[in-house]
């Protein structure tokens, strides 16, 4: 009888934990994408992927927070 060995088994959880990950950046990132979009971006899905890039998404969160939305202004 032969049994798995140590690299078998952490090969096995590797691929389920990228499978798990790829799942989890897709769904931040089309959560991303909806807040932006009903913010009223034009750009919402790029804006929803760049929020999944270190350091670039500290600046857009910020410009997104303290910026004006383009939903809330008023028709000229």
């Given at each position: ?46 804006l ?17 927070a ?11």
């Amino acid at each position: 009888m032969q049994g798995y060995s140590a690299i078998e088994a952490f090969g096995t959880m590797g691929i389920f934990i990228f499978v798990i990950g790829i799942c989890v950046a897709v769904f931040w990132g089309v959560m991303w994408w909806v807040i932006f979009q009903k913010a009223g971006y034009t750009a919402s899905l790029l804006l929803g992927i760049l929020m999944m890039i270190p350091i670039i998404n500290v600046v857009l969160f910020l410009v997104f927070a303290l910026g004006e939305w383009p939903v809330l202004q008023k028709p000229k």
